[in-house]
């Protein structure tokens, strides 16, 4: 089992992510939003049967931290954690995460909604399907469903 993260975590991970530990919120905080995708079995009518993350570390961490400071200077938040799986996932293990606190849930969906988003749209991760017959690099901007 992974080590339980802490509220203000930006991290590249190879384990499970541990979802309880994501978003913890203080005596203050009257809201705690988390976002989790999770690997599906099934992408654009194809059977997937796992997928793998590539990342350039160096460059998606810093973007992260961006990400998250950004965060907090629109919205009043405690605690913002954005995590994202590296390596070889299996069907239902969760390959994001985002977790805001904050003492209004209005913020919290805000700023749990521009991490992830903005997540998907600009840090270098890359995505690979694998199927029965082959295996597929995914365009994040390309839309999976309409």
Not at 10 to 23: G, K, N, Q, S, T
Not at 32 to 42: M, Q
């Amino acid at each position: 089992m992974a080590a339980p993260l802490s509220a203000n975590v930006i991290a590249l991970i190879r384990e499970p992510i541990e979802i309880a530990a994501l978003a913890v919120p203080t005596p203050a905080d009257g809201a705690a939003c988390t976002f989790v995708g999770v690997v599906r079995d099934e992408n654009a009518g194809r059977a997937v049967r796992y997928l793998e993350y590539e990342a350039f570390e160096e460059m998606a961490l810093p973007l992260m931290e961006e990400i998250a400071a950004e965060a907090r200077r629109r919205w009043p938040i405690t605690a913002i954690t954005i995590v994202h799986r590296l390596g070889r996932l299996e069907i239902g293990e969760a390959s994001v995460a985002v977790a805001v606190v904050s003492p209004h849930r209005a913020e919290a969906f805000e700023a749990c909604r521009y991490a992830i988003d903005t997540l998907k749209a600009t840090v270098p991760i890359w995505k690979k399907e694998f199927y029965a017959d082959g295996a597929v690099w995914i365009d994040p901007q390309e839309p999976t469903r309409k």
